[in-house]
Nanobody, 124 residues
Framework: QVQLVESGGGLVQSGGSLRLDCAAS????????MGWFRQAPGKEREIVSA????????YHPDSVKGRFTISRDNVKSTVYLQMNTLKPEDTAVYYC?????????????????WGQGTQVTVSS
């Protein structure tokens, strides 16, 4: 059984930064790709970042490219999302997800385990 716990969300002003942490328990983390997703009220859940099993490959959509950076520490079984130059449109609940495979993926249905989410609110 794998469990994911996000932390690091909060309230920041436009232009500010946050780092989200996702701590994983279970034996599959070190061989699993990870993703960060977000969901705002009334909107579908969307990917904001993904990383393969060893951190050698990452993905960010255009909406966050250049502002968000995903990284992982397989010794600590933790994945991070560094968010810089935050905008009000980044406001959402952010979820960490694990897919149980080594290659990164971009769709919600390709992930097996989800954290509880952490709220990120960016004020104007």
């Amino acid at each position: 059984q794998v469990q994911l716990v996000e932390s690091g969300g909060g309230l920041v002003q436009s232009g500010g930064s946050l780092r989200l942490d996702c701590a994983a328990s279970g034996r599959t983390f070190s061989s699993s790709a990870m993703g960060w997703f977000r969901q705002a009220p009334g909107k579908e859940r969307e990917i904001v970042s993904a990383i393969n099993w060893n951190g050698g490959s990452t993905y960010h959509p255009d909406s966050v490219k250049g502002r968000f950076t995903i990284s992982r520490d397989n010794v600590k079984s933790t994945v991070y999302l560094q968010m810089n130059t935050l905008k009000p449109e980044d406001t959402a609940v952010y979820y960490c997800a694990l897919r149980g495979g080594m290659n990164l993926r971009m769709q919600t249905w390709e992930y097996d385990t989800w954290g509880q989410g952490t709220q990120v609110t960016v004020s104007s």
